[in-house]
């Protein structure tokens, strides 16, 4: 099976900083990974899909990029509402995994 | 709106079996690819299983956690995806969520979430 290390696990942070958490694949999965947002009580929402399109709705201030094993998520500019828990997830082979998880919670 | 309901959850028994549904509106569900994802209390996610389209017949895969002893169908008199957990242990309480495959392909990743159903095994 494939695994995901995320990194860091958690981080605390301030309105208007840039954060950026790494996912770490340990076989080649090309670009087919996804990121996705999860605010305490409520389903995930998806953020980025192929390592780095946009998914529609959602701000500008995230960016996804890589390929093969190594990944990254950037906020440019955290705002209020962007203080929850990150996952990312392959799907390049079965079984879909996840990594992990990134909170991201105020300084 | 295009939105999924899972229902069928609550308090059973170590050893019960218990049936979840995901109901699809607002989108063809046999179109898409719907998979299964569960999080257990102040835990990360995992993903259990899915169902392909029909145009895939509707085959599936599972997670080697629940390989063998769950099942994933489909319901098209009820237009959703059911999730059949047989033997359920103290292991499997979690929230479970369907999620929808944002395109036709097994590497769609899951656009559209349900709000989830808690399964609570205990004795």
């Known amino acids: 099976d494939i695994q995901l290390t995320q990194s860091p696990s958690s981080l605390s942070a301030s309105i208007g900083d840039r954060v950026t958490i790494t996912c770490r694949a340990s076989?080649?999965?090309?670009?087919?990974l996804a990121w996705y947002q999860q605010k305490p009580g409520r389903a995930p929402t998806l953020l980025i899909y192929?390592?780095?399109t946009l998914q529609s709705g959602v701000p500008l201030r995230f960016s996804g990029s890589g390929s093969g094993t190594d990944f990254s998520l950037t906020i440019s500019g955290l705002q209020p509402e962007d203080f929850a828990t990150y996952y990312c997830?392959?799907?390049?082979?079965?079984?879909?995994?996840f990594g992990g998880g990134t909170k991201v919670d105020i300084k | 709106e295009m939105q999924l309901l899972e229902s069928g959850g609550g308090l059973v028994h170590p050893g019960t079996s218990l049936r979840l549904s995901c109901v699809g509106s607002?989108?063809?569900?046999?179109?898409?690819?719907i998979s299964w994802v569960r999080q257990a209390p102040g835990k990360g996610l995992e993903w259990i299983g899915r169902s392909r389209n029909e145009a895939n017949a509707y085959t599936t895969e599972y997670a080697r956690s629940v390989e063998g002893r769950w099942k994933i169908s489909r319901d098209e008199s009820k237009n959703s995806v059911d999730l059949e957990m047989e033997n359920a242990g103290v292991e499997d309480t979690a929230v479970y969520y369907c999620?929808?495959?944002?395109?036709?392909?097994?590497?769609?990743?899951?656009?559209?979430w349900g709000q989830g159903t808690m399964v609570a095994v205990s004795s």
């Open positions: 192929g390592a780095s």
């Open positions: 607002g989108f063809v569900l046999n179109d898409h690819y």
């Open positions: 997830q392959h799907l390049n082979i079965y079984p879909l995994t």
């Open positions: 999620a929808r495959g944002r395109d036709s392909t097994h590497r769609g990743a899951f656009d559209i």
């Open positions: 076989h080649d999965i090309r670009s087919y």
